[in-house]
């Protein structure tokens, strides 16, 4: 088999400039309803307390900052309640609030944040969030607190006899003498109701999930098309017209994005459904056949894929899974040398794609895995009387990110992917050129990446 040598030069340097600014504010007309549904669809009350530790002023500053940004809750605040307080104090502290944060700085490793039950202060769990300088920490608690908070404060709820400050009057005489005779059995189960723990609530104090995600920036991209059982290959010395091609290093811009409709006004299930997208194109890249020879053949690169199809998730927590189907195309070319006697063949995949995904959050750090197939249904110009002429082919994609978050909206991604099809050529037709003949191919493509995520919560 002939040596070959086939280069890629970038031409420009790769620049990542990658800024989104999508932030448009939805603004909802709503209707004043009877009192009853008012209460109903009212935010839920919470209570920032005291915070102990170095810089635990700077700290509790920041959470409360960043709850009332969130904007699902009533936030109020009041050192009254103290980290290492009984139960009954966070209660009788909580004014109505449905829950109680109180916190612990530790220096060099982060806050301790305790959600308690507003009803009755019991413990509901301990969030932990990192940063081991007062700095990063007021970063992280702006970036992951809401979203590290919301299952615990979706578990909290105010005492029944418990009213808010517009409610609030006082005791009449007549109150006290209704108390006074109230029967004795019924005067206990009133108590024990009081003390009974917080039912957990109904999916509206979920998590609150993203709406709109995008992301886009530049990705490094390898490409290797090899040959299998080739004439050459068994049986040395034999000719052939196959030299494998290999693509060193290619830039790429790519972006890709997911938008859930329901999710704009709903927290329901329908809200988990969305539409996602994705496009991808090589650019300043050319290879060369043949280099530094009197046969050498430059060739422009083409290179590029889209893809658009439907997305189900299933939010656990802060964590996220994903199953993802639709359709998409993939093409690679090579322009230039003799077209009625090409030495590379082109390839134009055209799929049906299905995956399953993941996204883990811990803190300001997020790990991102996916793993699918693609249902080949057109390979291009490699199927063809010249080439092959029953080509089939049948894929494999698998890769994995980590991401860091800059804000609530921005994430910085970086990640790496891998896209293999597997060619069979048989059966070879009886006329074929034994010089072009192979038993399959193995077409690879693997590349790194660095990127910006926005994402747009409900």
Do not use: C
Request: aromatic residues 8%.
């Amino acid at each position: 088999m002939r040596k070959t040598r086939v280069t890629a030069r970038t031409l420009i340097g790769l620049s990542l400039g990658v800024t989104v600014a999508l932030s448009t504010p939805i603004v909802f007309a709503k209707e004043k309803k009877p009192a009853a549904s008012a209460k109903k669809n009212e935010k839920k009350r919470v209570l920032v307390g005291g915070f102990d530790g170095p810089k635990s002023d700077q700290a509790r500053k920041a959470v409360i900052a960043a709850l009332k940004d969130d904007g699902e809750y009533d936030v109020s605040d009041s050192e009254d309640a103290k980290p290492g307080a009984s139960d009954k104090a966070y209660a009788k502290a909580s004014g109505g609030a449905a829950a109680v944060l109180v916190g612990s700085v530790k220096k060099g490793k982060g806050l301790t944040l305790s959600v308690h039950n507003g009803a009755d202060g019991a413990l509901i769990q301990d969030v932990e969030i990192k940063g081991d300088s007062p700095a990063k920490l007021s970063k992280n608690i702006d970036s992951t607190l809401a979203v590290s908070v919301a299952d615990a404060i979706a578990q909290t709820k105010a005492s029944d006899a418990a009213a808010s400050d517009e409610d609030e009057k006082p005791a009449t005489k007549k109150d006290d003498e209704d108390e006074d005779e109230k029967p004795a059995a019924k005067k206990d189960e009133d108590e024990k109701k009081d003390e009974e723990p917080a039912a957990p609530t109904s999916s509206d104090d979920s998590p609150s999930l993203s709406a709109l995600e995008l992301e886009a920036g530049l990705r490094a991209e390898h490409r290797s098309f090899d040959y299998h059982d080739t004439p050459a290959m068994l049986f040395p010395g034999q000719p052939t017209k196959l030299p494998s091609y290999t693509l060193p290093l290619g830039p790429a811009f790519y972006i890709e994005g997911t938008i859930y409709p329901l999710a704009f006004g709903s927290k329901g299930a329908a809200a988990n459904f969305g539409i996602t997208g994705s496009y991808e194109t090589l650019f300043a890249t050319k290879s060369v056949y043949l280099e530094g020879t009197p046969q050498e053949i430059q060739y422009k690169t083409h290179s590029s894929q889209f893809f658009i199809g439907l997305r189900g998730r299933i939010p656990v927590a802060v964590h996220e899974f994903g199953l993802v189907a639709g359709y998409g195309q993939h093409a690679f070319s090579l322009v230039g040398g003799d077209p009625t006697q090409p030495n590379f063949p082109d390839v134009s995949y055209k799929f049906i794609r299905l995956s399953a995904d993941a996204r883990l959050r811990f803190d300001a750090v997020t790990l991102g895995v996916h793993v699918g197939t693609r249902l080949v249904s057109g390979v291009g110009s490699i199927k063809s009387d010249y080439w092959f002429a029953n080509a089939k082919a049948q894929s494999f994609e698998a890769g994995a990110s980590l991401g860091y978050s800059l804000s609530r909206q921005f994430d910085l991604i970086a990640g790496v992917d891998l896209l293999r099809y597997a060619f069979d050529f048989n059966p070879i037709p009886d006329n074929m050129d034994p010089a072009l003949v192979a038993g399959g191919a193995v077409d690879e493509y693997i590349s790194g990446s660095l990127g910006l995520r926005y994402t747009l919560r409900n």
